[in-house]
């Protein structure tokens, strides 16, 4: 079965700190992954994406993640915060048989000035 | 390009009422999905349209859910006798065609049923 685990609820660093936001996932095929920033009062809006070849990826604003298949894991990572950073991080499976994606609980990040 | 576009973006009802909630896709895209967001249950996928098609419903409660699709620019979600469980954040994401399609989100209509 699909799944997705973000293991941290909640991430606190200060800013100018560097982040890791932690995801694994399972699937048995190709995995198709994401990761979505959520602001407050706000829809989803897609930080990268991971579909094949070079396991790091870059997306918006620094981040950058890192596919591994033999730890199935999607990290998301940047390596300075800013305060306009906090916000809720989702980490997304599509499963490409079906289209159907898959949502990780969620970690907020909470930037401390 | 305006996003996806959802309205109304509070709606509150009280016990049995009827709720409708509309999501306008991105022009040009083919694929419509619905969500479903509350603090204990997460992201919930709900249903999926693809060319107007109801593709995949699993997600969608038995009773009292309903979406359409009655043409390209607009999806409905339909909440028959609200009940206060159903207080959630809705969600609508649209998608281009093909197999790296990423989803765009609206914002969410925030629905809260007294």
């Known amino acids: 079965a699909q799944s997705v685990t973000q293991p941290d609820a909640r991430v606190t660093v200060s800013e100018g700190a560097s982040l890791q936001l932690r995801c694994k996932y399972s699937y048995s095929g190709t995995p198709y992954l994401f990761w979505y920033v959520q602001y407050p009062r706000q829809g989803l809006q897609l930080l990268l994406k991971y579909y094949s070849g070079d396991p790091v990826v870059q997306g918006v604003n620094g981040f950058e993640a890192e596919f591994s298949k033999s730890n199935s894991s999607f990290h998301l990572r940047k390596a300075s915060v800013h305060w306009s950073d906090s916000a809720v991080y989702f980490c997304?499976?599509?499963?490409?048989?079906?289209?159907?994606?898959?949502f990780g609980d969620g970690t907020q990040l909470v930037v401390k000035p | 390009n305006a996003g996806v576009i959802q309205t109304p973006r509070h709606k509150v009802t009280g016990k049995g009422q009827e709720a409708t909630l509309w999501c306008e896709p991105i022009s040009g895209h083919s694929a419509v999905f619905w969500y479903r967001q509350t603090i204990v249950q997460g992201l919930e996928f709900l249903t999926y349209?693809?060319?107007?098609?109801?593709?995949?419903d699993s997600g969608m409660p038995k009773e009292r859910f309903s979406a359409q699709m009655p043409n390209q620019s607009h999806s409905t979600l339909k909440i028959q006798s609200t009940q206060p469980q159903d207080s959630a954040v809705y969600l609508c994401?649209?998608?281009?065609?093909?197999?790296?399609?990423?989803?765009?989100f609206g914002p969410g209509t925030r629905l809260t049923v007294l």
């Open positions: 997304v499976l599509r499963a490409n048989s079906n289209n159907r994606i898959f």
């Open positions: 349209f693809r060319n107007q098609a109801p593709i995949d």
């Open positions: 994401a649209s998608s281009p065609t093909g197999n790296y399609a990423e989803q765009f």
